[in-house]
Nanobody, 117 residues
Framework: QVQLVESGGGLVQPGGSLRLSCAASRTPFNSYVMGWYRQAPGKQRELVAGFTTYGSTNYAGSVKGRFTISRDNANNTVYLQMNSLKPEDTAMYYC???????????WGQGTQVTVSS
């Protein structure tokens, strides 16, 4: 019912910034609760930042104050602005869409973020 395509990942030095984008194919965009997750090699997938059902935001403690999630409903796009990046932020980052009416979540293919000197 919806396809998600992430972009914006890459290699960045510690302290640098990246902006990830997630473009969704299905409208209306507000019918889905959006979020960002990440998974490092050998680690379980974890929530990084997400919107709640009512439009507020939640952040993992490790990224609070450094990352910001936002959305552009007109363009069906969700963003993750990542500042002051650390080597421990290195992971595959995934976009997730949860239907407000229920049903299974939809996931993008992921975009790699590598923070290294």
């Amino acid at each position: 019912q919806v396809q998600l395509v992430e972009s914006g990942g890459g290699l960045v030095q510690p302290g640098g910034s990246l902006r990830l984008s997630c473009a969704a194919s299905r409208t209306p965009f507000n019918s889905y609760v959006m979020g960002w997750y990440r998974q490092a090699p050998g680690k379980q997938r974890e929530l990084v930042a997400g919107f709640t059902t009512y439009g507020s935001t939640n952040y993992a403690g490790s990224v609070k104050g450094r990352f910001t999630i936002s959305r552009d409903n007109a363009n069906n796009t969700v963003y993750l602005q990542m500042n002051s990046l650390k080597p421990e932020d290195t992971a595959m980052y995934y976009c997730r869409a949860h239907p407000r009416w229920g049903g299974n979540d939809y996931w993008g293919q992921g975009t790699q973020v590598t923070v290294s000197s």
